[in-house]
T-cell receptor, first 118, second 112 residues
């Protein structure tokens, strides 16, 4: 299989501070990673597509200056929530795309990061 | 546009009974369909996928799903439910640029 890790698993921060979340593909290289946000009892909402070596592509309604994404290597993407506010509290999940020979790549998901902004 | 719908917010089933979690899709082109399971405060775990080939797809933990093109459905099934199967289940379709579009999720409750 393919393993994706996230760090930290849980973080509590004060309002106004910035928080960085790391997403790593441990046993494969991923030129593309995705960042999702999940509210309680709701589905995953795609925030952005992280592309190695280039700028991330953000979904409509997602503030790129607030949610900074960096994909500096083939195994690491980071999401930085800048000037966090309580409404940014959520469960953030990343996934890494592993290419498949059958035309559609498969996404492997990290375990998620629970962000609480006080 | 790609989308999936999970019409049931919750499914209740007794342990040992068969279970079905429903999913319908709307895609342009060939559908690439997936099922994932999520336990509380955890990420998504892959169950199975349909890309091409046999309409009946077998996956992890005894789950299977049947791709039905005429009904545009991809229902998740298991012949005999376990209490440990209780979790949140998501159907997803892969679209352009490999983006995933998730259904709203179905909470499965398996009672002893």
């Amino acid at each position: 299989g393919a393993v994706v890790s996230q760090h930290p698993s849980r973080v509590i921060c004060k309002s106004g501070t910035s928080v960085k979340i790391e997403c790593r593909s441990l046993d494969f290289q991923a030129t593309t990673m995705f960042w999702y946000r999940q509210f309680p009892k709701q589905s995953l909402m795609l925030m952005a597509t992280s592309n190695e070596g280039s700028k991330a592509t953000y979904e409509q309604g997602v503030e790129k200056d607030k949610f900074l994404i960096n994909h500096a290597s083939l195994t690491l993407s980071t999401l930085t929530v800048t000037s966090a506010h309580p409404e940014d509290s959520s469960f953030y999940i990343c996934s890494a795309l592993k290419s498949s020979g059958q035309g559609a790549g498969e996404q492997f998901f990290g375990p998620g990061t629970r962000l609480t902004v006080l | 546009a790609q989308s999936v719908a999970q019409p049931e917010d919750q499914v209740n089933v007794a342990e040992g009974n068969p279970l079905t979690v429903k999913c319908t899709y709307s895609v342009s082109g060939n559908p690439y369909l997936f099922w994932y399971v999520q336990y509380p405060n955890r990420g998504l775990q892959f169950l199975l996928k349909y890309i091409t080939g046999d309409n009946l797809v077998k996956g992890s933990y005894g789950f299977e799903a049947e791709f039905n093109k005429s009904q545009t459905s991809f229902h998740l099934k298991k012949p005999s439910a376990l209490v440990s199967d209780s979790a949140l289940y998501f159907c997803a379709v892969s679209g352009i640029f490999n983006k995933f579009y998730f259904g709203s999720g179905t909470k499965l409750n398996v009672k002893p």
